[in-house]
């Protein structure tokens, strides 16, 4: 056959494939447009076509797993927001306790333009820009403060019986996502236990694309001028899956991080640690987790532990094992969020956990032996009470509000996803920021502590009380580090039976 007629019918297959490919694309989505066309024409109500093709979305993915979206527009900018983790605003916390009544501030933040200009915990904001906003809807009120930086807003405040008139310069408001164990005078993180200045504490809230130069910038002023390392993971829903990579390889000289499996079960990509690291590879590490611990961190938790370079303690870990990437739709304005592959830790072993798993089976991460220490209601209630007010210093001695939902002018990082970067897109979605989004979700019953669980705990120092899984892991790495600790009682409080039929894990 002379070679011009292969390449024709070469050519000619290719064209045939396309045009298949259109057709069943154009099918499908010709399917969609017939039948809201049909509606649009038919049904006896006006309708709005954006809102069905929306719906229609939303119908879609509710086909996939629990972790597959569709962000709409508004949607799709929040998140964007929380992701790079700054937003143009007054930097405030605000939530609307009653709908219909004017939204409510609950801290500003430190160092913010708010707080600058006198804004108060528990002001009422009933004026923006000379618009009257007491029945407004906490979105549109937000959306309103929002602006470019260096652009001034006025706002009326109502604080008691009395109204206040401010005016606020917007400004970029970073939001932080390595946080220490306290603040010093001058409001900036002490990244030391107050208890125990010989040990680093370091809290990573999420895995934003900040985080990993945040960690490096806090590990290289500590330049390893301390006898022991803790890592608090609790109540971090996750973020990036290239910060998890890069946090982990801080603390290893070489040896596997993660590596993700498509469909099929194959390996897509496989992460190892590079040579030389931030931690001084003889310093003891000890990593928290909790049941709200999940996907990045605990990449990091599972990666360490499997490593041998760090203790783990706390409760079992969430169990969301699975890569999302952000897929820009209509030109970048909305996008759809896809599960793509699962991610497996260094040892082969699973972390997600299957709808219908037990807590027998294999998923997420379990703390070392002796270092399942479980907290009750109270102290859970208490951790998050002292996180709170270190993060917002004005809230000290303020009840924390009673409404779930707590949102700024752009959304804080606390979600439960472990994405990577999609082209021309951010990476993990996240949740509307929650002035309480560090708080720990208390068990349905009191824990149930193991012989060697109890003898952890009384063995650390009595000053970390309230918090029975640090004080069990800074026992454990004082004494790796040959540091003694202070004098402790022999034996910790005997904790009380929980239900047999209550199971420790929460559902998914």
């Not at 049941?291 to 990045?296: G, I, K, V, Y």
Request: charged share 25%; with cysteine.
């Amino acid at each position: 056959m002379p070679p011009r007629n292969f390449n024709l019918i070469l050519f000619s297959g290719l064209i045939s494939l396309l045009c298949h490919v259109t057709y069943r694309n154009t099918r499908t989505a010709g399917i969609l447009g017939e039948a809201i066309e049909l509606i649009e024409a038919k049904y006896v109500d006006p309708v709005d076509r954006q809102k069905l093709v929306m719906a229609a979305m939303e119908g879609v993915v509710t086909q996939l797993d629990e972790h597959s979206s569709y962000f709409a527009v508004d949607a799709y900018e929040s998140f964007q927001d929380s992701m790079h983790q700054e937003f143009a605003g007054i930097g405030i916390f605000v939530d609307q306790p009653v709908q219909g009544e004017p939204v409510r501030v609950v801290t500003p933040l430190v160092n913010s333009p708010a707080l600058r200009a006198g804004v108060l915990p528990n002001d009422r904001i009933v004026q923006v820009d000379g618009m009257n906003v007491t029945e407004m809807a906490l979105p549109d009120v937000s959306d309103r403060l929002k602006g470019k930086p260096g652009t001034t807003v006025s706002i009326v405040v109502r604080r008691g019986d009395q109204e206040h008139t401010m005016s606020v310069t917007r400004a970029t408001i970073e939001l932080e996502s390595v946080v220490g164990d306290h603040r010093d005078s001058s409001n900036q993180w002490v990244f030391r236990l107050a208890s125990e200045p010989g040990v680093a504490y370091i809290r990573l809230k999420s895995f934003g694309e900040k985080t990993v130069r945040e960690l490096g910038d806090v590990l290289k002023s500590l330049d390893n001028d301390f006898d022991a390392l803790v890592l608090d993971l609790r109540s971090n829903g996750g973020g990036l899956l290239y910060a998890a990579r890069d946090v982990s390889d801080m603390f290893l000289p070489g040896g596997p991080i993660v590596s993700t499996r498509t469909r099929g079960g194959k390996i897509e990509d496989s992460y190892s640690a590079k040579p030389g690291t931030l931690v001084d590879p003889s310093k003891p590490v000890a990593i928290l987790i909790d049941e709200n611990s999940a996907s990045a961190s605990e990449i990091v938790a599972a990666c360490l532990q499997d490593n041998h370079r760090a203790i783990i303690a706390g409760t079992r870990s969430y169990g969301k094992g699975t890569v999302q990437e952000i897929m820009p739709l209509e030109y970048g304005r909305s996008a759809l969020r896809l599960t793509v592959a699962r991610y497996f830790r260094p040892n082969n072993k699973n972390i997600h956990r299957l709808p219908d798993a037990t807590v027998d089976d294999e998923w997420g991460v379990t703390p070392d032996d002796g270092f399942v220490i479980p907290m009750d209601q109270a102290a859970l209630m208490k951790l998050g009470l002292r996180w709170r007010e270190a993060s917002f210093p004005m809230l000290v001695g303020i009840d924390p509000p009673e409404s779930a939902a707590v949102t700024d002018a752009s959304p804080s990082i606390d979600d439960e996803a472990t994405t990577k970067i999609s082209p021309n897109s951010p990476s993990t979605p996240k949740s509307p920021g929650q002035i309480l989004d560090d708080s720990a979700v208390a068990p349905a019953q009191p824990p149930q502590l193991t012989e060697a669980a109890r003898e952890n705990v009384a063995r650390g120092p009595e000053g970390l009380a309230d918090d029975p899984p640090l004080r069990a892991a800074v026992g454990r790495l004082l004494r790796q580090a040959g540091v003694s600790a202070p004098t402790v009682p022999t034996k910790a409080p005997e904790a009380e039976e929980p239900n047999a039929k209550e199971s420790s894990k929460k559902a998914a």
